[in-house]
């Protein structure tokens, strides 16, 4: 079985790098020559458009940056609908589930199946094989596509039958670790100019009750050395909150807390640090409290 995939940027690029290595038979697009390079290099063969590879592979993979280009590749013209080959397209893009039902209602009038499947884990834990794949959509197609999913996931999970829950369940992973973000920065900021060190603060919340991925992972590996390379542009996490909190608000659960993180990302944005690594966020809030999180 033939494999498509459209996207080969940071996080797609390793991902079909362990699709080849697992013997996948891949055919692959992209806009940038450098990225279909790399992967003809890998055996993939390079297709010239997204609706060549929906004629030459039965599944389809796409992973892009926004619910709009998503929308343009698989649905535009020259899209993945087009296909006359393709049967399942999995999205492993963050579009949210209103998009992920539009895309999947769209597709089905072409007899196509349509799985959501966000990833967690970052460009490291595409890099590593170690993704988190979140699977929403017909269990049938799920069963035949999970092999595939192991390629690049050690956690792969079918979450529902229903398009769209895979891209809430993401959406709430990536809300979670946004806000936690902001509000642990804020509390560590207030222990700096009460005279604690950072390195102190970090070190006893990561051995105790308030520890998370985020003291652990974002704050004491990376900011506290000055490192602002988590590997996530804040242009796409704030994409992510927005798409949460409106989702949330469609669905009669209003995000009173979140939604206030969410206004530091689009403060930091607003600064012209949309290219930049979602981790500058910290940054807004050390300017606000005229304090640094460092080491001593």
């Known amino acids: ?18 699709l080849a290595k697992a013997g996948q038979d891949l055919r692959v697009f992209d806009t940038n020559p450098a990225a279909l390079d790399a992967a003809a290099a890998l055996g993939a063969t390079v297709c010239p458009s997204a609706a060549a590879v929906g004629h030459a592979a ?3 993979l796409v992973c892009l940056p926004t619910p709009d280009i998503v929308r ?99 959406l709430i992973n990536n809300m979670i670790v946004g806000a936690n973000l902001v509000a642990a920065s804020e509390a560590i900021l207030f222990g700096v100019r009460f005279g604690l060190s950072a390195d102190a ?35 796409l996490m704030r994409k992510d909150l927005r798409l949460c909190v409106a989702e949330a608000e469609a669905a009669g659960a209003p995000m009173l807390v979140c939604a206030i993180a969410k206004q530091l990302y689009e403060l930091a944005h607003a600064h012209g640090d949309g290219h930049d690594d979602m981790t500058v966020v910290v940054k807004e809030l050390e300017r606000a409290a005229g304090a640094e999180i460092g080491r001593s």
């Open 1 to 18: 079985m033939a494999i498509g995939f459209i996207g080969l940027g940071a996080m797609g690029a390793p991902m079909v790098r362990h």
């Open 58 to 60: 039965e599944v389809v």
């Open 72 to 170: 343009q590749v698989v649905l535009g013209p020259g899209g993945v609908i087009e296909g006359s080959k393709v049967r399942i397209c999995v999205d492993h893009s963050t579009t949210g589930p209103s998009a992920a039902r539009e895309i999947a209602d769209r597709l089905a009038g072409r007899g196509i199946t349509a799985l959501d499947a966000p990833l967690a884990g970052g460009v490291s834990g595409a890099q590593a094989g170690t993704l988190s794949v979140m699977v929403s959509g017909e269990t049938w197609a799920y069963e035949a596509l999970a092999p595939v999913f192991r390629s690049f996931g050690r956690h792969v999970v079918h979450v529902g039958t229903g398009v769209g829950q895979g891209q809430a369940l993401k």
């Open 201 to 235: 603060i970090l070190d006893t919340l990561n051995a105790s009750t308030a520890r998370s991925f985020v003291t652990e992972s974002i704050l004491a590996d990376r900011v506290l050395d000055r490192r602002f390379d988590f590997g996530f542009r804040l242009e």
